[in-house]
Every structure is written in C-alpha cells, then in structure tokens.
C-alpha cells in the first residue's frame, strides 16, 4: 500500500520533513521489547510478569534510570506510552520500513497472545519516517480470554476513574463462531502526506480540520 501510494503522487520515496523511507526496499521488523532496549535502554520483558502482567513500579524504575520521568500518577500504559513516544518512534522507518511487532499483551487487548511467549502479542504497527502508517493484529477468539481481559480493563478503570462500562456480551458471542482472522487499520491521510511530501496531516485532508 504505502508503494503504491507512493507511486500515484509520482514519487519514488515517502518524506516527512529531512526523513525518507523506501517504500519499496525490504522492510525492517522490530520486536518492541528489541526497541525499548536499542533506543531507551529499558529492559521491558524485565516489567512483565510471565503472564504478562505490567509491573508499574519496575517500569517507572527503568524509565527513571534512562533519564525519563513519569508522571506522578501514571500507570504502566501511561509509562510505555511516553517511552514509545519520548525515544523510540523519532527513530523508526527511516530508509525503508519498520514492522514493529510483539507488543506487550497489556497492549493489545483484541489481540491473540503470540504462542511461544504469553507475555507479547501478535499486534504490529507499521512506521515510515518515525510516523506511525497502520495498527494491526491477530484476531483474539477465545471467549473466555477475551472476557478476562475486559474485566480487567473495567477493573482499572475504576480503580483510576470511579466508574465502569458493561461488557460487550454480544462480542463474546460471537467470538467462538469467528475463523482464525487478522486485520489491520491503516492511517491514509498520513500514507498521503508522507507520499506527497506535505508537512502536515491537514495538508492533505479533504475536509479541513475544525
């Protein structure tokens, strides 16, 4: 998608500012927790319980360590947030793309757990010239899985806000009779300002923000 994206505006590179990336070389496929480690020095499997469960305070630990600081009241997800943000994305999908994969399972609540380590996923995100392209992932289909996860969610949530939203009774439904499936969603107003070389997501926008 992204050369052929590249390819209509009549461009044989994507640009976002001095950055380029070819969207039609090999691209680059990155593990988060091998990304935490090259570009923030944070061990991340080291904050994760063999289940999979984010230990906040080793992170806020590491973050510390690597010269960053959390907020006061930031959870574990606030934490990977600023950390993906902070000093990793800056350095992805320069020269070709990068394919970064096997996100922490706290951060893919769809998404199936990759079987041979419980504690990543199979969600990806594809980058370009340290902009973020598409989010995708496998399908999680095991009901009971799928369950516990969002209980846990609404958990945290009223931990954190007081309040609580009901479960999706009729995705867990229809969980059991869905195939193996996977899917992705991808940015196409930032495919066509990379593609374009415009500065701004708004250059390109049909309608006018705002």
Not at 48 to 64: C, N, V
Not at 100 to 112: F, G, I, K, V
Not at 156 to 184: C, F, N, Q, S, W
């Amino acid at each position: 998608m992204a050369a052929m994206a590249a390819r209509a505006a009549g461009a044989m590179v994507l640009r976002h500012g001095a950055a380029t990336c070819d969207p039609f070389a090999p691209f680059e496929r990155l593990a988060v927790a091998d990304a935490f480690a090259r570009f923030a020095g944070i061990d991340l499997p080291a904050t994760l319980s063999p289940d999979g469960t984010p230990d906040a305070a080793r992170l806020r630990r590491a973050m510390e360590g690597a010269g960053l600081r959390p907020g006061a009241d930031d959870t574990w997800s606030d934490m990977f947030s600023h950390v993906l943000v902070a000093r990793i994305e800056a350095h992805l999908g320069h020269g070709r793309l990068t394919v970064l994969d096997r996100y922490p399972a706290a951060e893919a609540a769809l998404a199936r757990r990759c079987p041979d380590d419980a504690r990543f996923s199979e969600r990806f995100e594809i980058y370009a010239c340290g902009v973020e392209l598409a989010n995708g992932f496998g399908e999680l289909t095991d009901p009971v899985e799928q369950r516990a996860r969002f209980a846990a969610e609404m958990d945290e949530k009223a931990r954190v806000y007081g309040e609580r939203y009901p479960l999706d009774e009729e995705l867990l439904a229809a969980l059991p009779l869905m195939p193996p499936t996977a899917g992705i969603a991808l940015g196409f107003d930032r495919l066509v300002m990379l593609a374009t070389g415009a500065p701004r997501v708004a250059d390109v926008q049909w309608t006018p923000a705002g």
